[in-house]
């Protein structure tokens, strides 16, 4: 059995960073007893190209979390070049912390019912558990999974563990992390805001919306991306 604290990470392009990404990291320091590491994507494979670039989303990750205890930025995908896969920055994170310090991924409802589609997806669980988040109206059980994700259920089936049980072991388990309200902020929302000139300042930290205006962000055309070059896939 493990007694290390357990690391939470929490990918993401984060274009940009906002209230509802916050409330998400701190919701999963808290009922997991965790230290939570957000992870910025450099060339997110699930999604087209970002509007601002990886050391921008990056800065404003750093200015959001300033000051916040158990909250911190991890640039390892911003160093490496290539399709930033989830099952290698989890590969590296093992090698660099040892097979026994209990690790989690975390992933949007969403994330979880396309999880089959991303690299090497299986190998996950050999690195990391696996947290998905319940936001209130997008709820993810087994019969929702057995309809939209049998390989997904398959895969969890026999994993579930209660969330305060991750800590215990390395890897291997998935829970779910139940979010008590909804939350409004979604970056495409607040990047349209901003482009047509609407109230957003209070969907992000002031040092980020300091930032955006600094740098004159997303304030370009409307967000019509190209389809991703690689496969659905994270």
Known sequence: MSAARLLVCYGGTFDPVHNGHLAVARAARDLL????????????????????????????????LAGEPGLRVDRRELRRQGP??????????????????PIAWLVGADSLLELHTWHR????????????VQRPGSEVDAARLRAQAPEVLAEIDGRWLPPGDLAASPAGGFALLALPALRP?????????????????DWVAPAVAAFIDRHGLYRGPADILPASPHPSQR
């Open 84 to 101: 930033s896969y989830t099952v290698d920055t989890l590969g590296e994170l093992r090698r660099e912390l040892g097979a026994d310090a």
């Open 33 to 64: 007893d965790a230290d939570v590491a957000l992870v910025p994507a450099h060339d997110p494979p699930h999604k087209g190209p970002t509007r601002a670039d990886a050391l921008q989303r990056a800065e404003m990750l750093e200015l959001a």
């Open 121 to 132: 997806w299986r190998e996950l669980f050999t690195l990391a558990h696996l947290v998905a």
């Open 185 to 201: 902020e979604s970056s495409t929302g607040l990047r349209r805001r901003i482009r047509e000139g609407g109230d957003w300042q």
